[in-house]
């Protein structure tokens, strides 16, 4: 028993048969050049290099948290170097934790904190730039580049002057602590000549923070 196409075919009208037969290939040509098209997009995805991946999600991050992530950069600057921080240095465990408290916040000073010629004290600070390379509930990792101003004065409250604008970059890691952000690490990149030395010298627990180092973020 014939069936299908094959079946309305034999008992049709030549004329007919032809303008059918033209019609089955030119719907088979379409399928054929709908599923390659689909192919070739599927090929483009696939063949998506790892530096177009990295930075797609580098965008996705950029848009979905840089105003958090800047604004706790901003107040980690802000604050770590204040006046209020030298005068009582228990505020910097507000700011940042673990190792890197230990080795850079001003308790370790104790009163001889009181004996320095002067206290370079930040007025404010503002990331110009920002990449964010890792955000998550209870860690983020950033490049930034940051502006600050800051003052000399004297342990005695007494001004000796403005200093210009100091620019940095470096990549911070930041740990959530009792619902908190807090620097658990900090790495200067500012002067490109000296990078390969200084993550050299770079403790371990600092490295193993960071992980890969972050290159040629500050160059911009």
């Keep these: 028993?014939?069936?299908?196409?094959?079946?309305?075919?034999?008992?049709?009208p030549a004329s007919r048969r032809l303008t059918i037969r033209v019609l089955i290939?030119?719907?088979g040509l379409t399928v054929m050049?709908?599923?390659?098209?689909?192919t070739?997009?599927?090929?483009?995805i696939t063949g998506m290099t790892a530096s177009q991946a990295t930075a797609q999600a580098e965008q996705f991050l950029i848009?979905?948290?840089r105003a958090d992530v800047q604004s706790v950069i901003e107040n980690y600057q802000t604050r770590w170097l204040s006046l209020d921080a030298h005068k009582d240095p228990s505020i910097q465990a507000q700011l940042a934790t673990g190792p890197y408290l230990e080795s850079w916040?001003?308790?370790?000073?104790g009163k001889t904190i009181n004996d320095e010629p002067f206290w370079l004290i930040t007025k404010s600070a503002v990331a110009k730039s920002l990449h964010i390379l890792e955000y998550g509930p209870e860690r983020f990792v950033a490049v930034a580049r940051v502006i600050?101003?800051?003052?000399?004065?004297k342990p005695s409250g007494e001004f000796i002057e403005s200093m210009p604008a100091y620019e940095s970059c470096g990549v911070y890691v930041f740990i959530r602590e009792e619902a908190v952000w807090k620097l658990a690490t900090y790495f200067d990149m500012s002067v490109p000549q000296d990078i390969d030395r200084d993550w050299r010298d770079a403790?371990?627990?600092s490295k193993q923070l960071i992980g890969d180092l972050p290159r040629n973020m500050c160059d911009e």
């Design 33 to 38: 050049a709908t599923i390659s098209s689909c």
């Design 1 to 12: 028993m014939l069936t299908g196409h094959r079946h309305f075919l034999m008992f049709a």
């Design 25 to 27: 290939v030119m719907i």
């Design 148 to 153: 600050k101003l800051n003052d000399k004065i």
């Design 63 to 65: 848009e979905t948290h």
């Design 203 to 205: 403790p371990a627990w």
């Design 105 to 109: 916040g001003y308790a370790r000073m």
């Design 40 to 44: 070739t997009r599927s090929n483009a």
